[in-house]
């Protein structure tokens, strides 16, 4: 399994970050691997939504549908799947000393069958990744 974790800060209130975030539409502007999110199920935003993401790492495109699994003030999870990976995108959130929001984010990763090789390739491509999101998560959000 492919595991990464960050922890940062951005100077905006925990229901405005949470709130533009868990739009996963919203993820071609923070994740740099995202291409497209196309909402897949009818209504607003709530638990059970569904996207349809398209994403490009290292040369390669590939697609997953992901579901909002989790739904709280202070936390947000996203599951995707497709035939090679499960993946999630795990967001926390607490109000930072001094004002803002203090964000994890955990992404995780599990190929599935010959998939699983790429498995240490894929590590040390989601640990440059995660520089990359907390940078464009941070720009993204203090513009709001």
């Not at 995202?34 to 607003?44: E, L």
């Not at 599951?79 to 995108?89: C, F, H, L, M, P």
């Amino acid at each position: 399994m492919v595991q990464v974790a960050r922890t940062f800060t951005v100077a905006k209130d925990r229901a405005t970050v949470v709130g533009y975030l868990r739009d996963f539409a919203n993820a071609t502007r923070w994740d740099p691997g995202s291409q497209d999110n196309v909402q897949t199920s009818p209504g607003p935003v709530a638990l059970g939504t569904v996207w349809h993401n398209t994403s490009k790492l290292v040369g390669v495109t590939t697609e997953l549908d992901y579901t909002l699994v989790r739904d709280d003030a202070d936390r947000l999870r996203f599951e995707g799947q497709n035939k090679t990976a499960v993946t999630s995108d795990d967001l926390s959130f607490a109000d930072a000393k001094g004002g803002g929001t203090e964000i994890t984010y955990r992404a995780n990763v599990s190929m599935k069958g010959a998939a699983k090789i790429a498995e240490p390739v894929m590590w040390l491509v989601f640990q440059q990744i995660a520089g990359k999101t907390v940078r464009q998560i941070t720009e993204v959000v203090e513009k709001l």
